[in-house]
């Protein structure tokens, strides 16, 4: 017979099942998952998140690495640990976790061993030319991992917005191509996971920092993206965003604090006013409302200010650049991050790697506004960076803009000069990123009306004007688009089976892509060679009558490149240049092979950029 159900057995039977769930323990994250030993800062704060963690008590099996600080937080189930990592060396160690003295859960942490030399790491300079790749558009290596079950969007080619299946083994399988066509850095659009319900493929919207989207393959894979591309004298540089994270993070589930995001409690969208961050005259709330704004709804706005937001995002950084051996860190629209913390930030790396050049996203085409940011400029509330290095936006506007137009006394390819002429508002305009397109605006070849002869004279500036150059994948064979972001990102050809159009191969190119491909690598496996441009000043002059005349000098090795932007033959007498010429007698241009003799005129061919090695 059953028992009777009576309401004192209901109660009973309730209050052994809060018990149970009180009193009820697990470790779901613990982050960073493993460090190194002999950093200049020999602290680690680690992020333990599990069931009702902060009612144990953690404590150290190892003499050598002591707990300093144990905090818990608003969340019960989060608890941050400070470490001494008092001997500073490798070492395993078990972190027990204890409830009355008695040991509830244990966890096996590691401090690995740096490689030799892993302060001073190769970095990317002037000697570099990027290849921007997003990785869901440029090769599906791996069709086993287009769908990933406990992922939310699932493979769709058809949807120019949607995932088409590219992944990092697509990419180590085209290293040799990216190496043929002279590049030596890649960088990838973000690659961590993104567990976003759509829109998912770009990698903006963070939902794992410390691992890669498995449709794009794993964090091993991505190791070995990174020996395989160094074996070819290829670097890596991670894209990273600090400003925000994907709405489908794990986090969003269980917020560590009350604070853990700005308007954690209402969505309020940024005002993508870049100026109010710089403006002497605009109140706090609309400074605040820029860097303290969502970037879309489903962006969730990270709270830099809190100390645990900000220690955790500094270690991941250093995370990546120590896992994957990266040359370079690329960081996504850094004036909305709150910029004390980036100071901190910045300096945090810089301490760890001095000689290391990693670089922002400043989308403004300012230079002032620009120059705010890089480490060593002079800012007029004294701002303190320490990033080496920003993309220059500025001279990419000018670049277009004064190929475009006609000139005039402030038009044209004046444009190009103007924007250098701002040079001294910069610590270092050597080190900023420069280039004719990227990931987030129309391609080079629309930009310049589908004019060849524009699209290869925006190549040749960006190659051997000041700066480290970047060029966009499928911009080598001067890939059309429109604005919109699906199809300006679309598929590289060949990077699919069945696709009819193969840039890898060679197979089905068109005479205008062939002819762009062409020239552009005979372009950048020229630049490997040349110490003028890897080490060379910028000498310029002002523009006259649309021809625009620039050097790079180091010691003995001189180029120059002269810069035609009429719709007509030119004669261009070299009196003017005779200061920088000096005692060199020929130049040889380094596509042609043609001689030309620097005593007499130049003949120009319109719309076209002259690149003359000097002898």
Do not use: C
């Not at 991992?145 to 120019?160: G, H, I, T």
């Not at 429109?482 to 089905?508: A, M």
């Amino acid at each position: 017979m059953l028992k009777e159900i009576t309401t004192k057995n209901i109660l009973i039977l309730f209050f052994t099942l809060i018990v149970s769930k009180a009193f009820s323990y697990n470790i779901k994250h613990v982050e960073p998952p493993f460090w190194w030993a002999d950093f200049n800062h020999n602290k680690l704060q680690l992020m333990i998140h599990g069931e009702n963690i902060s009612q144990l008590n953690p404590k150290v099996s190892y003499k050598g690495i002591k707990i300093q600080k144990v905090h818990k937080v608003d969340s019960p189930n989060y608890l941050f640990l400070d470490l001494l990592l008092k001997k500073n060396k490798p070492k395993k160690f078990t972190i027990n976790f204890y409830k009355n003295k008695k040991i509830i859960l244990k966890h096996d942490y590691e401090i690995l061993k740096r490689k030799t030399g892993a302060e001073n790491r190769e970095t990317i300079s002037g000697k570099d030319v990027i290849y921007l790749i997003t990785p869901d558009r440029y090769a599906n290596g791996d069709e086993q991992n287009d769908e990933v079950k406990s992922l939310l969007e699932k493979y769709n080619r058809a949807n120019k917005d949607g995932r088409h299946g590219g992944d990092i083994q697509g990419i180590i399988d085209n290293l040799d191509y990216i190496e043929e066509m002279g590049f030596t850095q890649i960088w990838l659009n973000p690659v961590l996971e993104n567990n976003q319900a759509d829109y998912s493929y770009h990698g903006y919207s963070t939902t794992d920092y410390y691992n890669i989207d498995a449709r794009f393959g794993s964090n091993k894979l991505y190791l070995e993206l990174s020996r395989e591309a160094k074996k070819r004298g290829v670097g890596l540089i991670k894209d990273l965003v600090l400003n925000h994270i994907g709405s489908g993070h794990w986090w969003m589930k269980d917020l560590p604090t009350n604070d853990w995001l700005n308007y954690q409690n209402k969505y309020v969208q940024t005002n993508h006013i870049h100026e109010t961050v710089y403006d002497p005259h605009v109140p706090k709330s609309q400074k605040d409302l820029f860097t303290d704004g969502w970037f879309v709804e489903s962006m969730p706005d990270l709270n830099q200010k809190n100390p645990f937001v900000a220690i955790y995002l500094e270690q991941v950084a250093i995370w990546w650049i120590e896992f994957a051996d990266l040359t370079s860190l690329r960081i996504d629209t850094y004036p909305y991050v709150d910029k004390n913390f980036t100071s901190q930030w910045s300096k945090r790396i810089v301490d760890e790697y001095p000689n290391y050049i990693f670089f922002g996203e400043t989308w403004i085409n300012e230079p002032t506004m620009v120059a705010y940011w890089q480490k060593g400029s002079k800012t007029y509330d004294n701002y303190q960076s320490y990033i080496p290095s920003m993309k220059d936006f500025p001279l990419q506007k000018s670049l277009i803009t004064g190929l475009l137009s006609k000139d005039s006394w402030d038009g044209g390819i004046g444009n190009i000069y103007r924007t250098l002429a701002n040079d001294f508002q910069y610590a270092n305009p050597y080190n900023l990123i420069v280039f004719a397109d990227n990931h987030d605006m129309q391609r080079t070849f629309s930009l310049l009306n589908e004019r060849l002869d524009l699209h290869k004279m925006a190549l040749s500036f960006i190659a051997t004007t000041r700066g480290i150059p970047q060029v966009y994948a499928g911009t080598e064979i001067a890939m059309p688009s429109t604005e919109n972001h699906g199809e300006l990102r679309k598929d590289f050809p060949g990077g699919w089976i069945g696709d009819k159009v193969n840039v890898f191969d060679n197979i089905g190119l068109s005479s205008t892509q062939i002819e762009a491909k062409s020239f552009l690598k005979q372009l950048l496996n020229w630049r490997k060679s040349s110490k003028a441009i890897a080490n060379g000043k910028l000498i310029h002059y002002p523009v006259i009558n649309g021809i625009y005349v620039y050097f790079r000098v180091y010691q003995r090795d001189k180029l120059m490149v002269v810069m035609n932007n009429k719709e007509n033959e030119e004669i261009l007498n070299l009196d003017m240049f005779r200061e920088t010429i000096a005692n060199k007698n020929k130049g040889i241009d380094v596509i042609s092979g043609e001689y030309f003799d620097l005593s007499k005129e130049i003949n120009l061919t319109p719309k076209t950029a002259l690149i003359l090695e000097l002898e």
